[in-house]
């Protein structure tokens, strides 16, 4: 059993390698890794954009270039990784980037109106720590944004149900067979991530609650989506239409039928005033 200084260390040198591509691999050519963030924000609509955000897992500063995008106009960004935080610094200098473990990562005298951690959270090896210290990093009345890939989902659950999903993404995978070999092929001998465990959200949520956080709204998501993300590209006019459907069908009948087996959740909690 690892400890987490040794999780850390691991992933640290894992990213050393995967952040001279995680930018072209991810968000330049597929695109659903960008539209999950853009759920994101019209998730967060609600909130002010003068309001102080924290990422956390900031990597290479996408999201907090969404952010910028949007309006909002205090950023911050924490990752452990000092590579994907060079790319981060050059993608959006105005942010503030700082490098530590969640767990030991002090803002000072000042706390978050709004934390995000968007995929990052099933990376961190004791939850139950890392809640304490989100919480603490909150203001009081503080949001957490929390997006996360659930292990409890309707595609892990059966194999029929699998084998049925598996014919419907079969044409798609062949039409885009080359692209997808040539998106792979530089991740062939990045070491992996030594942590890397998706969570049931109910899991998640029993693991964060100890620490004070109230759970105000859950969203259900990409039911269908997670099992073609890895398969729509930018470049493809055809790709984008079939993005289009296939979010339109789990919006409007798979994420509901799912609930909490849909691929993914969002989960929106406060800290007390």
Known sequence: MLTADQ???QEIESEKYQAAIYVDTYYSRLI???GYKQEVLDFMGHLPRHARVLDVGCGTGWFLSLLKKQGWTDLSGLDISPDMLAIAKEAIPQARLHQAPIEEFSAGSGTYDVITCLGTLHHM???GKVAAR???LLAPGGTLIIHEPNEDWYYESSPVLRGLTRVLYTPLRVK???RVRALRQPWKDIPASPHHEDIPIDELIAAIKPSGLTVERIQFGNTLMRVLEGMLFRESELDQ?????????DRSLLDRIASRRAGSAMVCLRRSS
């Not at 239409?241 to 979010?247: E, G, P």
């Open 32 to 34: 659903a890794y960008e």
């Open 125 to 127: 090896p004791n939850l």
């Open 176 to 178: 885009n067979a080359r």
């Open 134 to 136: 989100l919480h603490d």
């Open 241 to 249: 239409k079939i993005y289009k459907v296939v979010r339109a069908l």
């Open 7 to 9: 999780v850390y260390a």
